[in-house]
């Protein structure tokens, strides 16, 4: 199983509390294009089977394999806050990127073919909004070492008190 | 036009043509969406007088202004045909992906004509319509036919309304489903087999603008919000499952067969057991940020595996209303139901029947024959094995399968006529829909409801049990306050049909689910989305305009006030037990009611409608055909 390798901060999704509503699909298509469209949506909720719900959005690997397969480099990573930047002056819809990520989480637009990736809504100040609007706090802000911590702290409290 | 594309789509399955009808402003005002536009378009395309599973029935699909933006529930849409179960109005309503990916792809409605030759599977990509073959899918629950066709297509965002092998095989009460959704009342799955359309697919790649977003995303962010506190906890928690002990404390939890309203095991099937023991997940629709469906897994014994969302109207049905108290039957029984393409609630209240009329004697163990027991059974009430078995002899129209999936009604007559018994008393349906999992003799006003409502015994076209179970009334008598109450709360109910919107967001706009406390809320999402001025008055109108045009559609299919009944056990067998004991609905009671409701409509005594009532709601066309 793929998992992220990131020192830096991404959208993750507790499967246990998303009921697969997809507002936040609804929320990021309109923040990036000013209309209601989930194909356009740079978070994905997914249903594999009837009962197995999340939402996916870019992971923010370090050394990121999409910046890597990028034959034009126009992908390039934030060293500050890990997010992607895509020069759309370069990118010409080749889609490697997307297969080079192995969470699915780049698309491409397809009127102006370049790539889309979430970009946490960093020039909001409220910050990401598909968070924001997450009616179940499902979605949240988080890294890898956060989300360790967390288990460690869950798994003491189901070892000690054995609840 | 903002909320609206102002285009119908109509595809013909004889021609194998299509062709594209434009709608103006103006009717989109009258007719909203959901089940009146449907029903509108159901009134426009289809041959007057013919029969429902005939090609001049027409599949008439409508969504609403909402779909696609974020208003919390408002991914609905609203299908009609000629009920092949009521031979009246057959209006129901799903939700979540489909109807938002109808909306991208650019289609307020569809019409689908004629009949195919061969089994069909319609793919609607954008602009695009493609007649596929569906051979391959023959056979598939509704899921797997689902899931088949987007591994088929290659895209994981196609949304499909597709028919199980009920369907298939033309079973009455078979339903449509998507997203695991159910338009499940009134037969449509019949409709949809008789046409040999399998499916209906679609991909819709375009974006969904709106008058105001501003404004409607502050709106829709409140909501949203306000759905997460107290106002939705019942749905949230426990469904509406929660309706078991609450009924069966009023003593109208619908027991063997309406024979009883108290059921000795109402604990053993009730919410609370369901969600300490079988709940696994709770999931929402799209657009939707209350998440009300519990879905259920059996763990062990002969149904392990089984696995649906389980809510109370098909539960009562086929668990209570069958003696049933093993919840492990009863989701194998719904999880059947759901699969194979079959409304729960007709498939319950029509074994429940079989069961009655085996106890009786009528039927014997040889009459249930079958694959699974070449000896046949016994079904007895309490049998769970039995009702799992006759619901797989439906879906498959198996033995005796084949007279139950015509519904109660044609099955009753069918027995009567053969062997000169009276089994149509305790036939529970009206208008041939089978009733839901409300005892009306102990709620008057919901039985004036039920009995006048448009497509047979429906709990959600009316909320008359309202008043009753609030005790805004006293739900045992009559009085002259009914024929108001059944047109108020029947109206209120169409507003949320028609745009439409699930009702469990009710109370989410000011805490209270009162006309003054939604319609203003109502109005602002409206013109947020349309750019329209709507206000409270124009929101209520919307109700009483739905009725109308599914009303006027039944009066030109035939409908006289004798249709407007109740099934005979209500009028005539006082109820045995518990809180409403001793109580019916009686034929004094139930023509007074009549009388009071078709004047609080402006009706004619006959309940025909007066040409200036029709011309004063904007329906020139519907007055010159049937007006009085």
């Not at chain 2, 499952?241 to 067969?257: D, E, F, S, W, Y």
Request: with cysteine; net charge negative.
């Amino acid at each position: 199983m793929p998992t992220s390798t990131s020192k830096y901060q991404y959208i993750t999704c507790d499967p246990t509390k998303c009921v697969g509503c997809q507002l936040c699909e609804y929320i990021c298509s309109y923040v990036k294009t000013g209309e209601f469209n989930t194909y356009r949506s740079r978070i994905r909720t997914v249903r594999a089977e009837e009962i197995l719900i999340t939402a996916v959005a870019c992971r923010t690997c370090e050394d990121a394999p999409c910046v890597i397969a990028c034959p034009r480099d126009a992908l390039s990573q934030d060293p500050n806050t890990g997010i992607i930047h895509v020069d759309a002056n370069r990118c010409d819809g080749c889609a490697w990127c997307v297969e080079a990520c192995d969470f699915g989480a780049i698309s491409i637009n397809p009127e102006t073919k370049t790539a889309e990736i979430c970009d946490m809504c960093e020039d909001l100040e409220d910050g990401p909004q598909c968070v924001k609007w997450c009616p179940k706090e499902a979605l949240e802000l988080t890294t890898p070492d956060r989300r360790a911590q967390r288990s460690r702290r869950k798994l003491a409290v189901e070892e000690v008190l054995g609840r | 036009m903002y909320g609206y594309s102002g285009k119908i789509l109509h595809v013909d399955l004889t021609t194998r043509k299509t062709w594209v009808e434009s709608k103006p402003e103006e009717w989109y005002k009258i007719y909203i969406g959901g089940v009146s536009m449907a029903s509108r378009l159901c009134w426009e395309n289809i041959e007057v007088g013919c029969d429902p599973l005939s090609p001049g029935n027409p599949i008439c699909i409508a969504n609403g202004m909402f779909a696609g933006t974020p208003v919390p529930v408002g991914g609905k849409y609203g299908l009609a045909s000629k009920s092949p179960l009521t031979g009246f109005i057959g209006d129901s309503l799903s939700s979540s992906w489909f109807t938002i990916a109808l909306k991208r792809a650019g289609w307020d409605g569809i019409v689908i004509h004629g009949a195919s030759d061969d089994w069909v599977y319609v793919f609607i990509d954008d602009d695009r319509v493609e007649f596929r073959d569906a051979s391959q899918l023959l056979g598939l629950g509704t899921f797997q036919t689902e899931e088949t066709i987007r591994e088929e297509l290659g895209d994981d965002q196609v949304r499909s309304a597709t028919i199980g092998p009920a369907g298939e095989k033309l079973v009455r009460v078979a339903s449509v489903t998507n997203d695991s959704r159910q338009a499940g009342r009134t037969g449509h799955g019949a409709v949809w087999g008789s046409k040999k359309l399998k499916a209906l697919s679609v991909r819709g790649t375009h974006g969904v603008s709106v008058a105001d977003p501003d404004a409607l995303l502050q709106l829709s962010y409140d909501i949203t919000q306000a759905a997460q506190g107290p106002h939705t906890q019942k749905y949230r928690i426990l469904g509406t499952m929660a309706n078991v002990l609450n009924l069966n404390r009023l003593g109208i939890l619908p027991t063997r067969n309406y024979q009883q309203g108290v059921f000795e095991y109402a604990e053993l099937i009730s919410g609370e057991y369901l969600h300490e023991h079988y709940h696994v997940k709770t999931i929402a629709c799209a657009q939707c940020p209350i998440a009300c469906e519990q879905m259920s897994q059996v763990k062990d014994g002969p149904y392990a595996g089984a696995m649906t969302g389980i809510d109370y109207e098909p539960l009562y049905a086929v668990g209570s209303n069958c003696g049933v108290k093993d919840l492990r039957a009863a989701i194998k029984t719904i999880d059947i139901c759901d699969r194979g393409g079959m409304d729960a609630m007709s498939t319950g209240v029509t074994i429940s029947w079989a069961m009655e009329t085996f106890e009786r004697g009528i039927f014997t163990k040889e009459d249930f024959k079958c694959a699974k027991y070449p000896e046949g059974f016994e079904p007895n009430f309490g049998n769970a094995e039995a009702v799992v078995t006759l619901a797989e002899m439906i879906r498959d129209r198996e033995g005796i399968g084949d007279l139950l999936a015509e519904g109660s009604k044609r099955a009753s007559a069918q027995v009567d006529a053969e062997r000169g018994t009276e089994t149509w008393k305790w036939a529970m349906h009206i208008k041939g829909l089978e009733t839901p999992g409300y005892d009306a003799r102990g709620l008057k006003t919901f039985a004036l409801g039920l009995a006048v409502g448009t497509r047979g015994a429906c709990h959600n076209r009316t909320a008359a049990y309202d008043p009753d179970i609030k005790g805004e009334v006293d739900r045992f008598s009559v009085d002259e306050t009914r024929g108001k109450l059944a047109k108020s709360t029947e109206e209120y109910a169409a507003v949320y049909d028609t745009l439409p919107l699930c009702k469990f967001i009710r109370r989410c706009f000011t805490g209270k689910a009162d006309r003054a406390g939604a319609w203003p809320a109502i109005a602002k999402l409206i013109n947020a989305t349309t750019g329209w001025d709507f206000d409270y008055d124009a929101v209520d109108l919307i109700g009483e305009r739905a009725f109308t045009i599914k009303k006027a559609f039944n009066i030109r299919e035939g409908w006289t006030r004798e249709d407007d009944h109740l099934p005979w056990r209500w009028m005539h067998e006082p109820m045995k037990e518990g809180p409403s004991a001793g109580y019916v609905v009686s034929e004094e009671e139930l023509e007074y009611m009549k009388d009071l409701y078709y004047e609080a409509k402006g009706w004619t005594k006959d309940g025909l409608i007066p040409k200036e009532k029709l011309i004063a709601l904007g329906m020139d066309d519907v007055a010159e055909e049937i007006g009085v």
